[in-house]
């Protein structure tokens, strides 16, 4: 079994959240993950926040996460990530994850 173990294996073909080390946060289908827990993310997105503008979301499809630069992996609640006005969402960047 891959080191993501049953915890991203029940995750497979759902929406995920990844925030990354150095602060993105990328949106996407779990495809697949391997040992190393690099992940593969189907139909995915970048949003970029700001306190001066709504959400920007940039298109990336399909997309490849490396293991060493995952902080933390959330599934998506997908009713409730529809019903959000991004275009009003105002929030600071994250700051990378210092170690």
């Known amino acids: 079994m891959a080191s993501g173990g049953p915890a991203l294996e029940s995750l497979v073909d759902q929406v995920i959240s990844v925030i990354t080390n150095d602060g993105r946060n990328i949106v ?3 495809r697949g993950f391997d040992q190393a827990t690099n992940i593969i993310l189907d139909e995915s997105h970048e949003r970029v ?3 001066k503008e709504g959400v920007q979301q940039l298109v990336l499809g399909l997309y490849i996460i490396r293991g060493d630069n995952i902080s933390v992996v959330g599934e998506v609640d997908e009713d ?3 019903r959000l006005d991004l275009s009003k969402l105002r929030a600071h960047p994250l700051k990378p994850v210092i170690h």
């Open 28 to 30: 996407g289908t779990l």
């Open 49 to 51: 926040y700001s306190t």
């Open 80 to 82: 409730l990530d529809a």
